[in-house]
């Protein structure tokens, strides 16, 4: 949309009615988007929002009947001869001693009681709130009953609150007419801090050129130009822009009617909040900007992730052992008889880990609930990169978010890093590293080799038997022969033999096996591992991205119009 498009539009805007109901739906979405971005984004940048909730909830709660407009300006500039020409009272004074109105005066158009709770929580003193209602000129006035006008102290006072106080009340009051006069209209405060500021309200916006009687009326319209085109730079296009006279009631003709139709309309309170919502919205707009959320950290990081937490965890001296306890517990349970007691009495790897040792006696569920195994602790290296890991996937899932987020990102990944080793270790201690069950070959093969040294045991018996009968002189026995060999020697050796051979052939196939169960063991205690990262840094980083995106839509939302 071009620039002078965008204008034309935006000038027209000031007769767009606002929906009341459209308006709490945009301020749900601004309370919806403060919900989700708690915690996560800086207070500081929040406030306006905070306030806007706070302000909207209770100006739309008091009385909506009544239109609340401000006269703000310069000292001078005749906002009291206003106040008191509209009130046709003289009720604010007006004075040649510069700042004359240092507290802001009310006159209500109407009975007084509706409009108290509003100026209560606007803060007008009771003692300066006026009722401008009598018998006599009713009539004149019922146009602009549900008017409270407030005559403001001056904003570019020597005195510190007079400003103060003005901010205060321009934040809360419904439509606001800005006084000028022909000497100050230039000024920069008036421009650069006020109307600058209000370009999002220009539909309750009003520009009074007062004091137009001081200028010969061949001047007034080139004023009212030079004025306009001011008005134009400060993004306030389109505001209606009148010349008054407060000391001449033909002056104020102009200004009556435009403050009738605001009081008819009822609207300006909703329109002045609707700018607000705007205001809100943009300043915002760059915590969230337009970034797609991204569903959350990639596979590459993922990955990597759960490489550092293997190592971090010890995964690699764990699987280690279960290799080493297989060819242990396998060598125990299949190798010749003669050795394998001697094997037993060597410690099993996995038990000096505190991992399950044989028979499956797992870890005490009482012991799980602390630093159950002994597995070395992460080093220096270990550690960093587990760091730098987290880092990684932080990074990876706010690579597009705008620049307030990668931070609560960054905090969520690394929020749960304390409980992680403790988390770590429970993970590894619980989990099964299959080597419980002892493999039916194992038995097969140890009952070959009981049985092939059971042959040997009766071979030498039967040998040895002999030879001592032979040697007491005794009958010798009558040997079987098998071919040109005796059967107790075939016994002997051959038994011997066997189980050597047996013993030899079944090694290659321990060190395969016990290979795989590392794999095994590797695969389920990466898989464990791996929830743990997903429980303890990449819930949480989810937990954010999917903050960003409520927040986003809520923002969406508010925008709407
Ligand atoms: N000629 C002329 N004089 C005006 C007009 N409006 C105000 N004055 C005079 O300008 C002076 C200042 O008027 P005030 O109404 O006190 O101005 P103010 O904006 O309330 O000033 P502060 O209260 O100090 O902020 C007074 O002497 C008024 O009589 C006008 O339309 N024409
Ligand atoms: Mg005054």
Same mark, same amino acid.
């Given at each position: 949309?071009?620039?002078?498009?965008?204008?034309?539009?935006?000038?027209?805007?000031?007769?767009?009615?606002?929906?009341?109901?459209?308006?709490?739906?945009?301020?749900?979405?601004?309370?919806?988007?403060?919900?989700?971005?708690?915690?996560?984004?800086?207070?500081?940048?929040?406030?306006?929002?905070?306030?806007?909730?706070?302000?909207?909830?209770?100006?739309?709660?008091?009385?909506?009947?009544?239109?609340?407009?401000?006269?703000?300006?310069?000292? +001078?500039?005749?906002?009291?001869?206003?106040?008191?020409?509209?009130?046709?009272?003289?009720?604010?004074?007006?004075?040649?001693?510069?700042?004359?109105?240092?507290?802001?005066?009310?006159?209500?158009?109407?009975?007084?009681?509706?409009?108290?709770?509003?100026?209560? $929580?606007?803060?007008?003193?009771?003692?300066?709130?006026?009722?401008?209602?009598?018998?006599?000129?009713?009539?004149?006035?019922?146009?602009?009953?549900?008017?409270?006008?407030?005559?403001?102290?001056?904003?570019?006072?020597?005195?510190?609150?007079?400003?103060?106080?003005?901010?205060?009340?321009?934040?809360?009051?419904?439509?606001?007419?800005?006084?000028?006069?022909?000497?100050?209209?230039?000024?920069?405060?008036?421009?650069?801090?006020?109307?600058?500021?209000?370009?999002?309200?220009?539909?309750?916006?009003?520009?009074?050129?007062?004091?137009?009687?001081?200028?010969?009326?061949?001047?007034?319209?080139?004023?009212?130009?030079?004025?306009?085109?001011?008005?134009?730079?400060?993004?306030?296009?389109?505001?209606?822009?009148?010349?008054?006279?407060?000391?001449?009631?033909?002056?104020?003709?102009?200004?009556?009617?435009?403050?009738?139709?605001?009081?008819?309309?009822?609207?300006?309170?909703?329109?002045?909040?609707?700018?607000?919502?705007?205001?809100?919205?943009?300043?915002?707009?760059?915590?969230?900007?337009?970034?797609?959320?991204?569903?959350?950290?990639?596979?590459?990081?993922?990955?990597?992730?759960?490489?550092?937490?293997?190592?971090?965890?010890?995964?690699?001296?764990?699987?280690?052992?279960?290799?080493?306890?297989?060819?242990?517990?396998?060598?125990?349970?299949?190798?010749?008889?003669?050795?394998?007691?001697?094997?037993?009495?060597?410690?099993?790897?996995?038990?000096?880990?505190?991992?399950? +040792?044989?028979?499956?006696?797992?870890?005490?569920?009482?012991?799980?609930?602390?630093?159950?195994?002994?597995?070395?602790?992460?080093?220096?290296?270990?550690?960093?990169?587990?760091?730098?890991?987290?880092?990684?996937?932080?990074?990876?899932?706010?690579?597009?978010?705008?620049?307030?987020?990668?931070?609560?990102?960054?905090?969520?990944?690394?929020?749960?890093?304390?409980?992680?080793?403790?988390?770590?270790?429970?993970?590894?201690?619980?989990?099964?590293?299959?080597?419980?069950?002892?493999?039916? $070959?194992?038995?097969?093969?140890?009952?070959?080799? $009981?049985?092939?040294?059971?042959?040997?045991?009766?071979?030498?018996?039967?040998?040895?038997?002999?030879?001592?009968?032979?040697?007491?002189?005794?009958?010798?026995?009558?040997?079987?022969?098998?071919?040109?060999?005796?059967?107790?020697?075939?016994?002997?050796?051959?038994?011997?033999?066997?189980?050597?051979?047996?013993?030899?052939?079944?090694?290659?196939?321990?060190?395969?096996?016990?290979?795989?169960?590392?794999?095994?063991?590797?695969?389920?205690?990466?898989?464990?591992?791996?929830?743990?990262?997903?429980?303890?840094?990449?819930?949480?980083?989810?937990?954010?991205?999917?903050?960003?995106?409520?927040?986003?839509?809520?923002?969406?939302?508010?925008?709407?119009?």
């Amino acid at each position: 949309m071009s620039n002078i498009a965008g204008r034309v539009r935006e000038a027209f805007r000031g007769d767009q009615r606002v929906d009341a109901d459209a308006l709490i739906a945009r301020l749900d979405a601004v309370r919806r988007f403060l919900t989700a971005v708690d915690g996560l984004l800086p207070d500081s940048d929040l406030v306006p929002a905070h306030t806007l909730v706070e302000r909207a909830g209770t100006r739309l709660a008091l009385s909506r009947d009544h239109t609340v407009v401000a006269l703000a300006g310069a000292t +001078g500039s005749g906002k009291s001869s206003l106040f008191n020409a509209l009130a046709q009272l003289e009720l604010s004074p007006v004075g040649v001693r510069r700042p004359t109105t240092g507290v802001t005066h009310a006159c209500v158009w109407g009975p007084l009681e509706g409009a108290n709770h509003l100026l209560d $929580w606007i803060g007008v003193l009771p003692r300066h709130r006026f009722v401008r209602e009598s018998a006599l000129d009713a009539d004149d006035e019922t146009a602009l009953h549900g008017l409270i006008l407030l005559d403001l102290p001056d904003f570019d006072s020597v005195q510190r609150s007079h400003r103060l106080e003005v901010d205060r009340l321009l934040g809360l009051v419904d439509q606001v007419v800005w006084v000028v006069d022909p000497q100050k209209y230039a000024d920069r405060v008036i421009h650069d801090s006020y109307l600058r500021e209000f370009h999002r309200h220009r539909d309750v916006t009003l520009v009074v050129l007062n004091q137009a009687d001081r200028l010969p009326p061949a001047e007034v319209p080139r004023v009212l130009d030079d004025l306009r085109r001011l008005l134009d730079t400060d993004g306030q296009t389109g505001v209606p822009l009148l010349a008054t006279t407060a000391l001449d009631p033909a002056g104020m003709v102009g200004l009556r009617d435009a403050l009738e139709r605001t009081v008819a309309e009822r609207q300006a309170a909703l329109r002045r909040l609707a700018g607000d919502v705007d205001t809100v919205v943009a300043g915002l707009d760059a915590l969230v900007g337009s970034a797609r959320p991204a569903g959350g950290p990639d596979d590459a990081a993922i990955n990597g992730l759960n490489r550092a937490l293997a190592g971090a965890a010890g995964v690699p001296a764990v699987t280690e052992a279960v290799e080493r306890a297989y060819r242990h517990r396998a060598g125990a349970a299949t190798g010749w008889p003669v050795v394998r007691g001697w094997r037993r009495l060597r410690p099993d790897p996995l038990r000096r880990l505190h991992l399950p +040792g044989p028979a499956g006696d797992q870890a005490d569920p009482a012991e799980s609930l602390v630093a159950a195994t002994s597995v070395p602790d992460p080093t220096a290296a270990q550690r960093s990169a587990l760091g730098l890991a987290i880092r990684a996937v932080a990074d990876r899932a706010a690579a597009d978010l705008p620049a307030a987020w990668p931070g609560a990102v960054t905090s969520a990944a690394r929020s749960r890093l304390g409980d992680l080793p403790d988390a770590l270790d429970r993970t590894i201690a619980g989990t099964d590293l299959g080597l419980d069950r002892r493999p039916l $070959w194992w038995r097969i093969v140890g009952g070959v080799q $009981w049985l092939v040294t059971l042959a040997a045991v009766v071979g030498l018996g039967w040998l040895v038997l002999g030879y001592a009968l032979r040697a007491l002189g005794l009958p010798a026995l009558d040997n079987p022969m098998v071919g040109q060999v005796p059967l107790p020697t075939v016994l002997l050796l051959g038994g011997l033999l066997a189980g050597l051979l047996v013993a030899a052939l079944t090694r290659p196939v321990v060190r395969w096996a016990a290979r795989r169960a590392r794999a095994r063991a590797d695969q389920r205690l990466t898989a464990r591992v791996a929830q743990v990262g997903d429980e303890y840094v990449l819930t949480p980083v989810r937990i954010v991205l999917g903050s960003y995106a409520q927040a986003r839509d809520a923002l969406r939302d508010a925008a709407r119009r």
